[in-house]
């Protein structure tokens, strides 16, 4: 398996993780809290999945390119096939940071900011890692 599909395979799996972890902790919270959904406590929890998560990723990643040290692992396929996921991701990062800025702008509590940037990032990075690995797969249509 190549290391970029390699990289995109685990990158969902670690997102994916993360994601789910964050929310099973958040609802566990508002079930067992006895507050409201928006009044759980979130900012440890939600700093805490994405310092794993994004270590976790780090961590694999650096040993897989250590793994592949002095060998060519990306072409020019590689680099058509990651701005194509780009383009599919970036678009809803966008617009997951658009309305954060609204929601900013109309003084939303931050609880609901910080949802919909989490969200929206992950999103943003399922639809990157979904085309990408798409497209190594079946190949860029």
């Known amino acids: 398996m190549e290391l970029e599909l390699r990289h995109h395979l685990v990158g969902l799996i670690a997102g994916l993780g993360a994601f789910v972890a964050y929310w099973a902790i ?8 006895d ?12 700093l805490l999945v994405l310092g794993v998560g994004g270590g976790l990723y780090a961590v694999i990643y650096i040993l897989s390119a250590v793994r592949n040290r002095g060998r060519v ?6 680099a058509e096939i990651r701005r194509a996921a780009e383009e599919a991701g970036a678009g809803l990062t966008g617009i997951a940071s658009l309305t954060a800025l609204i929601l900013l702008g109309l003084d939303v509590s931050t609880f609901w900011v910080a949802h919909v940037l989490f969200v929206g990032g992950y999103l943003g990075s399922l639809a990157y890692s979904g085309k990408a690995i798409t497209a190594y797969r079946k190949g860029l249509a």
């Open 35 to 46: 507050v409201a959904f928006t009044e759980v406590a979130w900012r440890g929890p939600l």
């Open 26 to 33: 958040i609802l566990n919270r508002a079930a067992t809290d």
């Open 73 to 78: 692992v990306t072409d020019v396929r590689d």
